[in-house]
């Protein structure tokens, strides 16, 4: 008869791995510990892991659960409480997979989104931006004063203008020395300086130009400018103010804000004092401005949006006043530049009314020529302030750092490259100001009561389809809303004329000078000449 021993050996072996007592042995009551942490962690709110992490602890102690020698009613317990964790926790875990993946496209969406439309607008305005043709102009026995005259854009219109017939002075920062010299032999190798073998008083057909130094930042030098202006050339029948800085937030002699005083209220100064030579019913004034001034608020919604509203231009009053001390911390050059470049504009829409309604000495333009490549043209100029709340989130995570890495060694260097063939070359920016410098056509608008913006984003100069004088002119309700603003305009004429004081303002000496400030001008406003 065969012998069962072997079979009864295992068979002991494994009765004797249930506790014959029916109490819980250590082992089971450490499972029964991890099962309950499991249990107790599943539920938490805040700090506890991701579900996928406790569904996989979980499928682990299930398996040490089937295989150890526990009571039935302790494995069938643990057993029944875990595959209760792990129904709860599935549905859990394919929310946050699911949410992982909205995260992350919605993340993509933000980012991505605004530049891709940021860019394709940028392609857009490129591929549609018209040919600059201007018409010529005779400007013989016309003279004309451009402020930043040396840079670039001043050189190119000084010459465009000196072609034309017109005698030209071109005012230069900084006093009469070795750069201002350099300036002078390049436009006497083009025999435009005035002295020079082609150019001299004999022919009054031919156009020259004179280099005179300024200092923006200084309204006596405005003054001593104005005064040289009104007593050598007598009557003015151009002036362009392309002069501006993108250096600010620093305190000038006069004690204002160095790019308010440069570029803005200089060139009121300037206006102001100029303005009984101004050749009556056909003087032009020009303020050149640029994208950072005109910008408007993003289209887009929030957290699309693009722009940020403490970086939007705005009329800032309290800035047309003398600091006592040193400029706030909190100042942005490129925000003061932005706001400097929109009060220009406002202001020429004032100055219109003044031109046309008081003086009629002529009218007042806007142009924003487009960026350029030249050396002012390529640097910043839209303020760039703290990170968005969109940036903040995104800046850290690791995608994002690898993504940036790789632009920046990569694709960013051929964006930047492509950015740089999209500026305008500076003859085209020059062929803009020429044009609403000395179009016959661009007089009396019934919408801008005399002068306008341009900018050749709306269109042609010249053969648009349209009225030559409304070719290349944004209109009105197109503008920012400072422009529009006549209350505003018109309170910004008044705080600047407080703030440069009756001392700055008073007449020339030179020239019997007619006052042209509003009836309700405050009579007190000479205690703030200080």
């Not at 891709?116 to 026995?141: D, G, H, T, W």
């Not at 002036?239 to 250096?247: G, I, P, R, S, Y």
Request: net charge negative; glycine share 8%; hydrophobic share 40%.
């Amino acid at each position: 008869m065969p012998s069962h021993s072997g079979s009864d050996n295992v068979r002991e072996r494994r009765i004797a791995k249930v506790p014959r007592s029916g109490k819980p042995s250590a082992e089971e009551n450490a499972l029964q510990e991890k099962v309950s942490g499991l249990l107790s962690e599943s539920t938490k709110v805040y700090g506890g892991r991701d579900a996928s992490v406790i569904l996989a602890e979980a499928d682990e102690l299930l398996e040490q659960v089937q295989e150890a020698s526990l009571t039935p009613s302790g494995k069938a317990e643990m057993i029944e409480s875990l595959a209760k964790l792990h129904k709860d926790l599935a549905f859990e875990n394919k929310m946050e997979k699911n949410l992982g993946r909205y995260v992350q496209a919605a993340f993509f969406f933000m980012t991505i989104v605004p530049a891709l439309l940021s860019a394709f607008e940028k392609f857009y305005e490129y591929a549609v931006r018209p040919e600059m043709v201007v018409e010529p102009a005779a400007l013989s026995n016309m003279h004309a004063v451009i402020t930043g005259g040396c840079g670039a854009l001043g050189m190119e219109l000084a010459i465009m203008l000196a072609n034309s017939g017109a005698g030209v002075v071109v005012a230069c920062h900084g006093p009469k020395n070795r750069e201002l010299g350099v300036i002078e032999s390049r436009f006497a190798k083009l025999n435009l300086l005035h002295g020079s073998t082609r150019s001299d008083d004999s022919d009054p057909d031919q156009g020259w130009i004179k280099v005179w130094p300024i200092q923006l930042e200084s309204f006596g030098s405005v003054r001593a400018f104005a005064s040289r202006v009104a007593r050598e050339l007598g009557t003015i029948d151009i002036l362009v103010h392309n002069a501006a800085t993108k250096q600010g937030c620093s305190r000038t002699v006069d004690g204002h804000e160095y790019a308010t005083q440069v570029n803005y209220l200089s060139p009121f100064l300037l206006n102001h004092l100029l303005l009984p030579a101004f050749r009556e019913g056909t003087a032009r004034v020009v303020h050149v401005t640029c994208d950072a001034g005109l910008q408007k608020p993003d289209w887009l919604p929030w957290p699309l949006c693009r722009t940020q509203p403490e970086l939007l231009p705005r009329l800032d009053f309290e800035v047309l006043k003398r600091f006592k001390g040193n400029v706030s911390s909190q100042c942005s050059p490129l925000v003061e530049y932005a706001k400097t470049k929109l009060a220009l504009l406002a202001h020429s829409h004032e100055l219109n009314r003044h031109l046309t309604g008081y003086e009629n000495r002529g009218v007042a333009h806007v142009v924003n020529p487009g960026a350029m490549d030249n050396e002012f043209g390529r640097g910043e100029s839209a303020p760039v302030g703290k990170a968005s709340a969109r940036t903040s989130m995104m800046q850290y995570l690791p995608p994002v750092l690898v993504a940036n890495f790789v632009y920046t060694h990569t694709l960013g260097k051929v964006v930047s490259g492509i950015g740089r063939i999209m500026l305008r070359p500076t003859e085209v920016g020059a062929k803009a100001v020429f044009h609403v410098a000395t179009s016959p056509a661009l007089g009396f608008s019934k919408e801008e009561e005399g002068g306008g913006l341009f900018s050749d984003t709306v269109g042609k100069f010249t053969d648009c389809g349209k009225e030559l004088a409304d070719c290349g002119r944004v209109p009105l309700h197109k503008q920012p809303m400072a422009a529009q603003d006549l209350e505003q305009v018109n309170r910004l004429w008044i705080e600047t004329e407080r703030a440069l004081g009756e001392k700055v303002l008073r007449s020339l000496p030179e020239l019997p000078h007619e006052r042209y400030d509003r009836d309700d001008r405050d009579e007190d406003e000479s205690e703030d000449d200080r």
